[in-house]
């Protein structure tokens, strides 16, 4: 487990890093979501030791983090980079052997990771001319060559097309199935819903919400109901027991605190026409996002 | 499968990595091969200015045969009578004919075609014995040339690898891969391995120059020259390592400050001076001794200063080791500060890092 507490970050007098504590879990996919200036890039680069932190400390299953153990995590930076002139496996297989490969391993890792991303066909293309999609698949493949143990990844998926995120995310589950912790940042809620066990949630600078997704969903749930039927369901105001918060025709989002209230509805919703949907309605995270961050 | 690479081993791959990428560079190709070809055309133009003793082709008649035999430099040519010596003289066969003529002070009567053979008159001249007192020990010409040699290959590679050195950490700025290799290895095996790495190429480019000077000294018989010159040279590769490391921590250090290949130039204009006032220096003061004194002392200026006072024979045995112990520790404290104010300047993006927040701690 990959454990940060108490990081505190200040630059000049604007404080990055609030108190920020959270875990990332062998075998799981952790989701980092945040708005922009929210302190996510910072938090990485507390974890990766690029910078030091004012106050708290990083350690990975228990231990504090030396440069010897920091040379196992796999580090994909928000603003890309790679050597332009470089070819693309020459520069995978050089950052490979700067996290201690042998030379041989090195070779072998590179040229399996090319293939799982598709992009072995251009590993004697120089960088700069590969599209941008095959940038940052060059790019992943960069921040996985090593094998590491700890994975962090900030935006992975920005600048990817929809199959490229399937590839991208066949290679990472691929890594958290073997037990590496994956942190991973990402603007895209839908991604980071389909895609992570976990979640961290920072605003300003201090996380505002942290644990499995299922439990935040959980947490985050009213009781709200969604009815669609294919009549009018305008009677549902009358209702005492309900609040009606969305109505758009035949579709209701409705709220109570008394699941027998919301099965009368539902019943009473079957005497007036075909129910074509009912049941409680489970905040996106996008909702609990917002609802967090506010 | 990884384990964390040593110090050393880290320091190796980023230089082994610099010397690749540049030894691929066609313009650095091309640059080499055009300042090989210069110091090549420079030793033969020496090699033909050396060697302007020429034997000149004398008709002489008579008494004035022997009396030519015994001057060197002539190709002395019998002729029968005065008038055969003058026909040799028309036919351009020789420079000129010397006939014994009792009427003159010296017995002896030039004939030549249309110009008077200056080098052939001084050569039977009588001049009177001079004495020097403070005899220069270099020919002054053979020392202007070295000057601009020393000048000319120092401000070359200098410039060539402080500024790739310049160019590569901008690069790494700018691109952003400089976060990769920072949270991969120690920043001090980054800079190391960058000046190392260049170093390694400046001073293979200077071997290379020095070595092929000296080959073509040889291959021209010029040993005389060689046996001069090359107590010089070797100190000149000498200071040359240590001075470029000065000079490429400095690059890299004031590199560092900003994030774009535009600002690169800018940003290293200290460095630049520095290059270039050692170079203009030698060329106009090689003959002044203050001026070569004090630069053969200065770190920037030493690895120019110090050969050309070696060649000159104005040293004494200890100065050089002196002055290299001088720029050993210079160079030992602004790699210190440049170590430092790369590694605070790295993570700042965008505008131009100061120098009082570079140089401050973390």
Request: with cysteine; glycine share 8%.
């Amino acid at each position: 487990m990959l454990e940060l507490r108490g990081i505190v970050k200040n630059f000049g007098d604007r404080r990055a890093l609030n108190d920020v504590s959270f875990a990332v879990r062998s075998g799981r996919i952790t989701g980092f979501v945040g708005g922009n200036g929210a302190g996510k890039t910072t938090a990485m680069r507390v974890i990766l030791g690029v910078l030091r932190p004012d106050a708290g400390a990083v350690t990975l299953d228990g231990q504090p983090l030396t440069p010897a153990v920091r040379s196992g995590f796999g580090y994909m930076p928000e603003e890309r980079g790679l050597y332009p002139k470089m070819k693309v496996a020459e520069q995978i297989e050089y950052l490979g052997r700067l996290h201690g490969m042998a030379a041989a391993d090195a070779r072998r890792a590179t040229t399996e990771l090319l293939e799982q991303l598709d992009l072995a066909d251009r590993a004697d293309a120089t960088v700069e001319s590969l599209s941008l999609g095959n940038q940052q698949r060059a790019q992943i493949a960069a921040a996985l060559v090593h094998d590491p143990g700890v994975l962090v990844l900030d935006e992975p998926f920005s600048g990817l097309d929809p199959m490229a995120v399937d590839t991208v995310l066949a290679v990472l589950k691929r890594f958290a199935d073997k037990g590496a912790r994956v942190l991973f940042s990402s603007h895209q809620l839908d991604i980071v819903e389909r895609l992570c066990d976990d979640l961290v949630v920072i605003a300003g600078g201090e996380v505002r919400a942290a644990g499995s997704r299922d439990e935040l969903r959980a947490a985050h749930t009213r009781n709200r109901y969604e009815l669609h039927t294919s009549k009018s369901t305008e009677w549902l105001h009358s209702e005492p027991s309900l609040t009606v918060l969305e109505l758009d025709g035949g579709r209701a989002v409705f709220e109570t605190d008394e699941p027998a209230a919301a099965q009368e509805a539902l019943r009473r919703a079957s005497t007036t026409g075909p129910v074509l949907r009912f049941g409680p309605l489970h905040p996106s995270l996008a909702d609990i996002f917002k609802e967090v961050v506010r | 499968m990884t384990r964390p690479l040593g110090m050393v081993a880290a320091v190796r791959l980023v230089a082994g990595r610099e010397i690749r990428m540049k030894l691929r560079s066609k313009a650095f190709l091309i640059a080499t091969g055009v300042l090989m070809l210069l110091v090549v055309a420079a030793v033969v133009v020496g090699g033909i200015a050396g060697s302007s003793e020429s034997t000149t082709k004398v008709a002489a008649t008579g008494a004035a045969i022997e009396q030519l035999r015994a001057v060197p430099g002539l190709e002395v040519t019998k002729a029968s009578d005065a008038a055969s010596a003058e026909g040799l003289v028309r036919s351009g066969e020789v420079e000129a004919a010397v006939i014994p003529d009792p009427s003159t002070a010296l017995g002896l009567t030039v004939v030549a075609l249309e110009a008077v053979p200056g080098g052939l008159v001084q050569l039977l001249s009588v001049s009177p014995s001079v004495e020097l007192l403070e005899p220069p020990t270099q020919n002054p010409f053979l020392a202007y040339l070295a000057a601009i040699g020393f000048g000319i290959i120092f401000f070359v590679s200098a410039m060539t690898f402080g500024m790739t050195i310049a160019q590569s950490v901008v690069e790494e700025k700018q691109t952003r891969i400089i976060e990769i290799l920072m949270s991969t290895v120690p920043v001090r095996a980054l800079l190391a391995g960058k000046i190392l790495g260049n170093s390694a190429l400046a001073f293979g480019q200077i071997l290379a120059i020095g070595g092929l000077a000296a080959i073509g000294m040889a291959a021209t018989r010029q040993e005389l020259l060689l046996g001069d010159i090359g107590p010089a040279l070797a100190w000149f590769v000498v200071f040359f390592l240590f001075g470029f490391v000065l000079l490429a921590a400095i690059y890299s250090a004031t590199a560092a400050l900003v994030s774009r290949q535009e600002d690169v130039g800018t940003a290293t204009a200290p460095a630049t001076y520095l290059v270039m006032i050692p170079y203009f220096l030698v060329i106009f003061f090689f003959d002044n001794p203050l001026v070569l004194g004090i630069m053969s002392y200065v770190p920037f200026s030493a690895p120019v200063g110090m050969p050309m006072r070696v060649f000159l024979g104005s040293a004494e045995w200890w100065e050089p080791l002196v002055s290299l112990a001088v720029l050993l520790v210079s160079t030992a404290l602004v790699v210190l500060l440049g170590a430092r104010m790369y590694s605070n300047s790295l993570l700042r993006t965008g505008a131009r890092v100061r120098l009082r927040e570079a140089l401050g701690s973390r």
